[in-house]
T-cell receptor
Framework: AQSVTQLGSHVSVSEGALVLLRCNYS??????LFWYVQYPNQGLQLLLK??????LVKGINGFEAEFKKSETSFHLTKPSAHMSDAAEYFC???????????FGTGTSLTVIP | NAGVTQTPKFQVLKTGQSMTLQCAQD?????MYWYRQDPGMGLRLIYY???????DKGEVPNGYNVSRLNKREFSLRLESAAPSQTSVYFC?????????????FGPGTRLTVT
């Protein structure tokens, strides 16, 4: 069985500060991992994905994430937060058939001016 | 290229009423999905269709039925709506070739059952 845990349902950072959103996964097979962003009243948009290539993955809008198998983690980071980064962020996992996806409960990011 | 479209955007139903949520994609994707999003619970998979002509249950299928009408369209039906089905419903599609696994999401349908 697969599952995703996102620690911290709400994270606040100052503009210009480091953004760190945590995601831990559970999977019995090599996972594929994703971060999605959701702006108010919109659907989800892919930020980045890990599909067994490079462990450090770069995505859109300056975000990146590192796959750490030993820690079963896929934390999302951005060196300097912008006001436009305020949104809900979801981590998701699937296995190699890509049929079923499991999402975390989400982290709401607030950026303080 | 519209991507994934969903209709309606908003709907209010009374308990016991039925309705069908429509989803269509124009990206020639094989796989399509229906999720519900509830506060504090993330997205939960209701049903998915790995390819035209097949459907499978996800994590929370009770109270729902689906139809993969053709490669483009995947509908979700509530036969007898209940207040517990008040939620935001998202449709998604995914290309199955090339190992991408990326899902593309529609804008959602906000359903309230009173």
């Amino acid at each position: 069985a697969q599952s995703v845990t996102q620690l911290g349902s709400h994270v606040s950072v100052s503009e210009g500060a480091l953004v760190l959103l945590r995601c831990n996964y559970s999977s019995s097979v090599p996972p594929y991992l994703f971060w999605y962003v959701q702006y108010p009243n919109q659907g989800l948009q892919l930020l980045l994905k890990y599909t067994s290539a490079a462990t450090l993955v770069k995505g859109i809008n300056g975000f990146e994430a590192e796959f750490k198998k030993s820690e079963t983690s896929f934390h999302l980071t951005k060196p300097s937060a912008h006001m436009s980064d305020a949104a809900e962020y979801f981590c998701a996992v699937t296995e190699n058939t890509g049929n079923q996806f499991y999402f975390g409960t989400g982290t709401s990011l607030t950026v303080i001016p | 290229n519209a991507g994934v479209t969903q209709t309606p955007k908003f709907q209010v139903l009374k308990t016991g009423q039925s309705m069908t949520l429509q989803c269509a994609q124009d990206m020639n994707h094989n796989s399509m999905y229906w999720y519900r999003q509830d506060p504090g619970m993330g997205l939960r998979l209701i049903y998915y269709s790995a390819s035209e002509g097949t459907t499978d249950k996800g994590e929370v299928p009770n109270g729902y039925n689906v139809s993969r009408l053709n490669k483009r369209e995947f509908s979700l039906r509530l036969e007898s709506a209940a207040p517990s089905q008040t939620s935001v419903y998202f449709c998604a599609s995914k290309r199955t070739s090339g190992g991408s696994y990326e899902q593309y999401f529609g804008p959602g349908t906000r359903l309230t059952v009173t």
